[in-house]
């Protein structure tokens, strides 16, 4: 390929009718490009299709190697051209489209004379840094079409039905013997007061008889590796002590075993033996052994008429090789012991809301009779305590855990229907979903006493407690006695689900919920390629969103693994493998957590790996570098936007490509005034920039540089645009030892909504810039020495 | 710990439920309806000269407290209507008031004794004022 100076490079410039060409001179500009490249041509429209078909015409004929189009922002018509010019057998790696109406005409309209040469300028930046390009292609790769779902519950459920339904092979794993999840464990569901049992079992019966789904249940994931697309992943068999295949369910074993243990499906409230089937309507309709509890008095392998218990089972590991991921792990209640107050486990007479779930099941620990379980009394009387915990920034959790409002008018009315009195202790009723407000009056209707105020203490009282708090309706402090109590814990992540995070590499929120990749826009997704979530594991919600985000997940995936996954050629890579001495500073940058050492080299995930460039800088040895980003490209860049300029004052703004570049874009859009000393260099992200990169802009002719960053979280390359600022920090002291004063440097961010401050922001550090006078051309020459 | 504002913890008793009952059969309301929005108070014009909110003595009266009779609310309340059409939960307050008016005048409760008027007022006064004057007490 052409290199350098040989190259055929062709240079459009649009009058866009007026927009650009009343305040750009053109003609002028054009004719100061003529000679410098191979052709130049001004264009009225140059988005129209005569034009575009003008352009492929030209790179045909002209025989041009490489486009520039100095015309509006790319954000327009970028991929217009870029088809154009694939079309003429151009690969797009080798156009460059410089803005000259957004970021130039349209905000220099005053400035006729700074408009012409910063589009000028701005046309050589992109000729230097097209001499640099090569062509680049995206790459694809095959994806694994079977996804991992991990969690059982209604979550895990509903999102391997969907994904088995479009096709796709699911492996479901589920940690305990039966899947169902919390939900088969409710004798009713709010608001429309189903039996969670009637409308959950038919569901489960579908995954087992589903030819798609892949049922693994008493397992773990025990180890994660490979890349989004291409998942390895080993999967723990607990020993069960049962062959799944051979079990016919008849309970023989169960009949005859003698060891009794507390009962988890009934929350600890009734026994099961040692080998047991958790409910029912388990699916698998299997059973169990308990290896924990069992005593191997082979009682149950004797009986057995199917000779399918194995008693030294010693469990084994399964390996699967799947595309995606669908964490769906649930939840578990926050130990209330916590909270002494409430007497949890030292008063029979309260307990949690899971165990009032049990108490009203007809199939349930007490028949459905509401006694005080730990001595069978009747209970007449019941108190909701809410929010046990939940809003609470000093001993509970700040968060509200969104159901527990509901769950306690369900059991209410459950309650109510009995005859038992009721009250609730509430700070806020929070109903906002379907239906729910008119559920909260129909619990009303139903006569339950709201107090508004917190419980403050539960205390003895003979065989019942005295609840303590406050009316704050009327400002009188309550106490009064009742049989039952039931805490409403917050619901919170379980520390297995907090260890299978860490090993997907997905982090999790201040919550400790998983992290969605945009809570508002994509909440089923986690930071990570191919690893998607849903229901509770992304924070506190009813089985209705928790379904609506199972299907969401599924669609994900599916979407994820219907075709080839497209590697665009934007990717970081280990330019100087000689230079790289495993130091690992780069593996510590990366947002993705895509950089491995491997045999003493950096070892960059191409699919893992998003483009924001952090790392590059990171590496002490300069062994790092970009594709269609190199440092050679952004210093040709650098250059050639500043050499030749004869602008009095110069700054360059590196911009943040998507959100910042779009806030001056609408800058533009709405004719605010900035000087036109400003010229906007797009980068993915800012922690691209290197100490070099400023030290060649000061070398050759910049006054002041600006770095445009995106918000923290709203950025598209999440940790990179955070490092940014710590980098452009140092990046201040360190010019000061090359005797650039540190007010060269400006660092902001820019909200898209707040692109109205930017002519302010502009305008100041032109006026500081000013101020402090071009740089003395003997620390310009200094660094020019110091760069080589 | 403060027992609050009346001296006295407030407590949960078979008496309350009974209140609550006859309130609820005399006026028709559904008491427990009433979630304290507050919005019969706000839109009332009389609370000037009440000694609790309307909002407050419904509160009273869901919790079966007998307090509800002891401040001079629904005496003041002049049946306009206003918290009826204000309420969100269709409750209408002014029937509560009638109710707790005729709990109070069946109690043969009077707001006044004759002994404390001077034989010149005795005299002075229409007799009917002073026997609804006894019974209802608006001033």
Redesign the interface.
Known sequence: MLMGENLRIGVWVCECGGNIGDVVDVPSVAKSLRGEVAYVREELYLCSSPSVENIKDMVDKRNLDRVILACCTPNMHWETFKEGLEEAGLNPALLEIVNIREQCSWVHKDDHEGATRKALDLIRGAISRVKESVSLESKSMDVVREVLVIGGGVAGITTSLRMAESGLKVHLVEKNASIGGHMIQFPKVFPTMDCSQCILTPKMAQVSRNRNIDLITYAEVAEVTGVPGDFKVKVRLKRRGVNVEDCISCGACARVCPVEVPDEFNEGLSTRKAVYMPFPQAVPSVYTIDFDACTKCLKCSAICPRKCIDPFDQGSELELNVGAIVMATGFELYDIGSLANYGYGKYPNVVTSLEMERILDVNGPTGSMVVVPATGREAKSVTFVLCAGSRDTEVGKVYCSRVCCLYALKQTQLLRDRGIDV?IHYID?RAPGRRYEEF??TT???????V?GKV?EIVPHGEQVLI?G??M????????PVDLVVLCPPIVTSEETLKLAEMLKVPVDEDQFILERHPKLDPMATKRDGIFAAGVVVGPKDIQSTTAEAEGAAMKAVNFLSGDRVIEPNKAYLSNPELCDACGDCVEACPESAITVESGKALINEIMCTGCGACIPACPHNALDQQGLTDAQLIAQIKGTLEASESEIKILAFTERQVAYTAIDLAGLARLSYPSSIRIIPLPSLARLKLDHLLTAFAHGADGIMFLEAPEHEGPYGKAHILSEERANDYKWELEDHDVDSVRIWFSRVYVPDWRKLERVFNTFHNMIEDEGPLEDEVREELKEKLG | MSPGKSGQYLTFGPENASFKAKIEELSGENIDLCMQCGGCSSGCPLTEEMEFLPSTVIRYVQLGMEEALDSNTPWVCITCFNCEVRCPRGIDVANVMEALRQVALRAKYDRFSLDELTSEELMELPQIAIISNQRKLTG
């Open positions: 009250w009723i909260y009056r009303q209707e139903k006569g339950a006493m709201f508004k403050t303590r406050e009316d309706m009327i400002d009188r402090m309550v106490e009064y």
